[in-house]
């Protein structure tokens, strides 16, 4: 900051920022020894992480007979270790202490850190023969193990995530408690058991959650890091000054793509937010935004990032774990939601702009024609299909001609790429982030800033590639674009120092620049491993909450309340649970938020929907709760990147959380309509479907947005904007009106089962409504609706076997017995009496019926759109689309 603000102003702003940007690497700095053996510390846990990931352990036990090889359980243990010992020694636990030197009791308390969780490895073959009987050490371990987590989530997480786990501790040993209603008891725990299931096995703190930590997401947190600290951040927020900036409300459209390329690696939105959020922020409020719309509109933007894949704030990897699909296609369903979400925030900040009245940065001066203007993006286009086509065909045909040698023929692609492209940004300066207070702003111009960091773009290409085309594992991937960041970041120094020569402004000498080329590549490590501490001790602790789940069944008592309060409502049973994930994330990092949202709210909408008709993909159910878990990131009075905005922006923090929550109205839309129109996840989908489904919702998405903010081609009235909405509705949903007109499905009566499944078609599932008696109340009739997998073609009762289902049929229709152990509906079913009376019976069997196309309903809403346009283009003061967008 310069001449703008006074040198209190800027400490005090600085000192903000110092405090959030600790949220997600720790306050604390000593200086001398101490300080190098926290740095050594953090970069060893990254060494650790890419050694256990990579063949080397395999090639030494193979080549030397050195037998370093760490199983999942072990890394996982150690992986806890190296996240709270760093915890302890880079956090402060008390506000007054020091945040230059580390005092005793904490090193004690990272020492006892490492002993507990080192003690599951070096007892490893003991405590396997114990099998569930813990020793009194193994019980001491666990108690000390389970506070020192404790301790460690209060120095990284603050006090949320200690309030949430402390809960569900307390709800083990004291769920029996007479004072508690008969609707929310259980049997309760004895001591032993209960550490033993959180510490000393893995369906507690060592669990799913961790695993998937230690194997995939630190990867991805260092792959991210490494590419901050190699240039890309500022890469990516010039490139989109370059390109946006001269528009109107230029800074503000600007902050909304560079925080969705920063959530592309990025794994906070706090993070995203202090990065981005310090160039854009005052930038916005330079070109007429005040202080609470700027923060909220990278607040916005920031918390959208953590929905954007292929990263998803590091929670993709769960959602891929505990939903049971492929990590392709989480990426796959959560693409169209992103991509419209952040087209609908660039045009809500063009609506602010319009409102405004404001005016874009002035563009730097061109002599080119439009003929050459056009040459030149046709040119860069062509370039970067051709590089896509080389990666594309070239990788393809190495790996069909030399199967054994597709890596080499990769590594060579890549390498000749970035010689390229490298060569081409040393004949240009390299990128300077420019004080975003100061009096005059010359826009960069785009080509020539896309044209120094295009090699930032290959590490990003290997990982999709490895991910997309070669199916590999999203660790496996992780790992080879890590290692292709690393080789980045230890020679694009030294190979530009060569290629420009004396001669270049921007030359410095060989030997300064390969030692840059270290030091960056230390402090991307160190800083990669500093950022995983938050994330390896929340899903350290999310798994006592998900042990406390599997254990006690609790996410079938907030199924029974949510139950209970919606009436039968669908639409009230989703608001319930989305204002109940939202406060369940506040104050939470985005792997936490996720864990804890999915633990209990997923399971409700799975329970409850099912009850009440609704039967949705589970990858749906689990990102409904996702995305509402996130918004509470700037959602007050907890919202985090509404404060570390504020302190950016100088507005006050409630009102910037307010309007960035307003402004995420569109991102809060978008889970309710994908619970009832699952194409916008590109579920059974075509390309030439994908595509219509992307066009509709975008356009579907602006005409809410300018709904919402009561501009569309003119102020509009309150009649206009609420047609507006019944318009986008109508866009995003057309079933919702086709079921008014044709019911969905033809019911068939229970005594028609056997035939109906015999003639249904091979690979739909068939849907079917059971009613039996409850199983916790045996005078209450339940209903749930299920999809049968009938398997090959045969007869009925042959094809209802082999979807499970042990079907009798009798006078009064078809009843069911208890599904046996490990088939489909198992767990599923066990909410009915199968020996009590009533009978379980199939109710109904309904079959989808022929239809018109949904899409019909598409005509009126667009003649109804024609009318509102018409009716505005008359109170038209200044273009609303084109002219200085």
């Not at 590419?227 to 001269?246: D, M, R, V």
């Not at 094809?799 to 152990?821: K, N, T």
């Amino acid at each position: 900051m310069n001449a703008t603000d006074s040198p209190a102003d800027s400490s005090s702003t600085t000192q903000d920022l110092d405090s959030f940007t600790a949220i997600d690497s720790g306050g604390r700095k000593p200086m001398g020894g101490v300080g190098i053996f926290i740095a050594t510390l953090a970069f060893t846990w990254s060494a650790f992480q890419l050694y256990v990931s990579s063949a080397v352990p395999f090639w030494l036990a193979d080549e030397w007979g050195i037998n370093l090889i760490f199983n999942g359980s072990e890394v996982r243990v150690i992986h806890l270790a190296f996240a709270m010992a760093l915890a302890c020694l880079s956090y402060p636990l008390f506000k007054s202490s020091s945040l230059k030197r580390v005092p005793l009791y904490d090193w004690l308390l990272a020492i006892g850190s490492v002993v507990c969780c080192l003690y599951l490895v070096v007892n490893k073959d003991a405590i396997g023969m114990r099998a569930g009987l813990p020793t009194s050490s193994d019980l001491i371990v666990s108690a000390f193990g389970l506070m020192l987590l404790a301790t460690a989530v209060y120095r990284s997480l603050g006090l949320p995530m200690l309030i949430v786990a402390g809960v569900f501790v307390l709800y083990v040993f004291f769920g029996d408690a007479q004072f508690l209603p008969d609707v929310v008891r259980w049997k309760g725990a004895s001591f032993g058991k209960a550490m033993w299931h959180y510490w000393m096995q893995g369906e507690g703190v060592f669990g799913v959650a961790l695993g998937v930590a230690s194997s995939m997401i630190f990867l991805f947190v260092l792959f991210g890091s490494l590419l901050e600290q190699a240039g890309a951040g500022n890469y990516f927020i010039q490139l989109a000054f370059g390109a946006l900036g001269h528009f109107r409300g230029g800074p503000a459209k600007a902050a909304v793509v560079a925080s969705a390329l920063s959530g592309i690696y990025s794994g906070s939105s706090i993070a995203n937010v202090v990065t981005t959020g310090t160039f854009t922020i005052p930038l916005m409020k330079r070109t007429g935004f005040s202080a609470e719309k700027a923060g909220a509109i990278e607040v916005a933007s920031s918390t959208n990032g953590q929905l954007t894949p292929p990263v998803m704030g590091a929670a993709a990897f769960l959602i891929a774990e505990f939903t049971g699909i492929s990590y392709p296609e989480v990426i796959k369903h959560a693409l169209l939601p992103a991509l419209i979400s952040y087209i609908a925030l660039v045009y809500i900040v063009h609506l602010e702009a319009l409102k405004l009245d404001l005016v874009g940065l002035e563009k730097p001066p061109t002599h080119l024609t439009v003929m050459q203007k056009m040459i030149g993006f046709l040119f860069g286009f062509l370039a970067f299909v051709a590089l896509g086509g080389l990666v594309y065909f070239g990788l393809g045909w190495i790996s069909t001609a030399f199967p054994g040698m597709t890596i080499y023929g990769a590594a060579g692609i890549f390498l000749v790429c970035y010689l390229v492209l490298i060569t081409i940004s040393a004949r240009r300066n390299d990128l300077h982030m420019d004080d975003p207070d100061a009096p005059l702003i010359t826009l960069p111009r785009t080509g020539e800033v896309a044209l120094t960091g295009l090699y930032y773009l290959l590490p990003i290409i290997v990982l999709l590639w490895c991910i997309l085309i070669e199916r590999l594992s999203p660790a496996l991937s992780a790992f080879w674009a890590s290692m292709a960041m690393v080789f980045i970041v230890l020679t694009q120094h030294p190979i530009k120092s060569l290629i420009r020569g004396s001669s270049h402004a921007e030359h410095t000498a060989f030997v300064p620049s390969v030692a840059r080329g270290f030091s960056d590549f230390g402090a991307g490590m160190v800083s990669g491993a500093r950022s995983m501490v938050p994330i390896g001790v929340a899903t350290g602790v999310a798994g006592i909450i998900i042990g406390t789940v599997s254990l006690t069944g609790a996410h079938q008592i907030v199924g029974e309340f949510v139950e209970f309060l919606s009436g039968g409502s669908l639409i009230i049973m989703l608001l319930l649970v989305a204002v109940m994930s939202l406060l369940l994330g506040m104050g939470l990092p985005t792997t936490a938020n996720y864990i804890v949202v999915s633990s209990l709210m997923a399971p409700v909408i799975v329970s409850v929907g099912a009850q009440q008709g609704l039967v949705v993909p589970l990858v749906a159910v689990h990102m409904f709760v996702f995305y509402f878990g996130i918004l509470a990131d700037d959602t007050p009075p907890v919202g985090l990147a509404a404060f570390a905005a504020s302190a950016i922006s100088g507005g006050d923090p409630i009102k910037t959380g307010l309007q960035g929550f307003a402004y995420d109205i569109r991102t809060a839309l978008l889970p309710f309509l994908f619970i009832f129109n699952t194409e916008l996840l590109l579920i059974d989908v075509t390309l030439g479907k994908a595509i219509f489904v992307f066009v509709v919702g975008v356009i579907a998405m602006m005409l809410f947005a300018a709904a919402t903010q009561g501009y569309f081609i003119a102020r509009s009235r309150i009649w206009e904007s609420g047609l507006l909405l019944l318009v986008a509705f109508t866009l995003f949903r057309p079933g919702f009106w086709l079921d008014r007109v044709q019911p969905p499905y033809n019911e068939l009566a229970g005594t028609e089962l056997v035939q109906a499944a015999a003639d249904y078609p091979v690979g739909e599932p068939l849907r079917l409504r059971i009613v039996g008696p409850d199983f916790d109340y045996p005078d209450k009739l339940a209903s749930l609706t299920i999809l049968a997998d009938l398997g090959e073609a045969g007869d009925g009762e042959t094809r209802l076997e082999q979807a499970g289902l042990a079907v009798i049929m009798d006078e009064e229709g078809a009843s069911l017995e208890e599904p046996f152990p490990g088939t489909a509906f198992f767990q599923t079913l066990q909410m009915f009496d199968f020996y009590g009376d009533p009978l379980v019976r199939i109710d109904k069997v309904q079959i989808p019926a022929e239809r018109i196309a949904k899409e019909v309903f598409y005509i009126p809403a667009l003649l109804l759109l024609a009318f509102v346009v018409w009716l505005q283009r008359r109170r038209q003061t200044k273009p609303a689309f084109f002219g200085n967008f």
